[in-house]
Each structure stands twice: as structure tokens, then as C-alpha cells.
């Protein structure tokens, strides 16, 4: 699902300007980070339970990312 999800954004990014689409990204990353703050514990517990921590951790999934595009600036 996630694969499928990420070639439909990446399919419309190709309509928006790199520069636009840089600062897309960044204010999508501090909103989902600023929405993190606020959960609740009882919701962060029970993530961290069910072992899906990297929804919490978007830093690591976003390294992932910023990873791929070094590469492909290679």
C-alpha cells in the first residue's frame, strides 16, 4: 500500500516547481512533527506495543528519503 501510495505522490510532484515541492515537503514535516507533540500517551503507548515506532520517529523515515535523493544527485 505504501508503494502504491508513494508513486501517486510522486507522480503528482512532477506538476510542482523543485523549489515549491522542497517547501511542501518541509511544512508537511513540521506539521505531522508538531502533531506528535500532542498525542496523547495512551495512543503512544499502544504504538510503541503494537512495535510501530517508526510512526513516531518520522526523523528516520525522512532520513531514508533525504538518502535516496543524495544518491540520485550522484
Same mark, same amino acid.
Given at each position: ?11 503528482? &510532484? ?44 518520522? &526523523? ?15
Amino acid at each position: 500500500m505504501a508503494d502504491a501510495v508513494n508513486e501517486a505522490v510522486r507522480s503528482l &510532484s512532477v506538476a510542482i516547481p523543485p523549489k515549491a515541492r522542497a517547501a511542501l515537503a518541509q511544512a508537511a514535516a513540521e506539521a505531522i512533527d508538531h502533531a506528535l507533540e500532542g498525542i496523547a500517551p495512551e495512543l503512544e503507548a499502544a504504538i510503541e506495543a503494537a512495535g510501530r515506532v517508526r510512526i513516531l520517529r518520522r &526523523s528516520e523515515h525522512r532520513r531514508e528519503h533525504l538518502d535516496q535523493i543524495e544518491r540520485a544527485l550522484r
